[in-house]
């Protein structure tokens, strides 16, 4: 599958002259990282001889577009599913569906999740911290509570979710 990526790439002026736009050059370094923008994320690496059409200039940074193949079972459709992607979420674990379905309507009707983590649930890793479970990405946690917690906004509360250790309420928090 042909990829066409509008990206910026940081050029050093030893390896590639001043050029005009609509240009074919050549990357010289033997590995050149892809920003978004200057100064910004790496998001891929080019090896020494990768072409590029050059776009615009800014001052030292160039402007190009890319034109290569990439692997189809690298490309996924869903940002979460990106090696290296992160959430942060707290959950409310508790032991009865009932008990779910109550502390639920609670956070429903407005009442701090935090509070009602700290009360109720049964999870001694969190509860006294409001529930919160910190950083974590894909693997991190049992399949059913982690495609519940990849689903939501930031500020979204799930359903009930229930995994092998019980019934959680989760928050995405980040």
Same mark, same amino acid.
């Given at each position: 599958?042909?990829a066409?990526?509008?990206?910026?790439?940081?050029?050093?002026s030893?390896c590639?002259?001043?050029?005009?736009q609509n240009?074919?050059?050549?990357?010289?370094?033997?590995?050149?990282?892809?920003?978004?923008?200057?100064?910004g994320?790496?998001?891929?690496?080019?090896?020494?001889?990768?072409?590029?059409?050059?776009?615009?200039?800014?001052?030292?940074?160039?402007?190009?577009?890319?034109t290569?193949?990439?692997w189809?079972?690298?490309?996924?459709?869903?940002?979460?599913?990106v090696?290296?992607y992160?959430?942060?979420?707290s959950h409310?674990?508790?032991?009865?569906?009932?008990?779910?379905?109550? +502390?639920?309507? =609670?956070?429903?009707?407005?009442?701090? %999740?935090? !509070?009602? @983590?700290?009360?109720?649930?049964?999870?001694?890793? &969190?509860k006294?911290?409001g529930?919160?479970?910190? +950083?974590?990405? =894909?693997?991190?946690?049992?399949p059913? %509570?982690? !495609?519940? @917690?990849?689903?939501?906004e930031?500020?979204?509360? &799930?359903?009930?979710?229930?995994?092998?250790?019980?019934?959680?309420?989760?928050k995405?928090?980040?």
């Amino acid at each position: 599958m042909k990829a066409r990526l509008g990206i910026c790439l940081l050029v050093l002026s030893i390896c590639v002259p001043l050029v005009a736009q609509n240009s074919i050059q050549f990357v010289g370094p033997k590995k050149e990282n892809l920003r978004i923008q200057p100064n910004g994320t790496r998001i891929a690496d080019l090896l020494g001889g990768s072409q590029i059409e050059v776009l615009e200039r800014q001052g030292s940074w160039t402007k190009v577009q890319v034109t290569g193949w990439i692997w189809n079972a690298s490309l996924v459709a869903d940002r979460t599913r990106v090696e290296g992607y992160h959430i942060v979420a707290s959950h409310i674990l508790l032991a009865g569906i009932e008990n779910a379905k109550a +502390v639920l309507k =609670r956070i429903e009707a407005g009442e701090d %999740f935090k !509070e009602l @983590a700290r009360l109720h649930s049964i999870d001694p890793a &969190s509860k006294n911290k409001g529930g919160d479970l910190g +950083v974590f990405g =894909r693997g991190d946690f049992l399949p059913a %509570f982690e !495609e519940a @917690a990849f689903k939501l906004e930031v500020g979204q509360v &799930s359903e009930i979710t229930k995994t092998r250790l019980g019934y959680h309420i989760i928050k995405r928090t980040r």
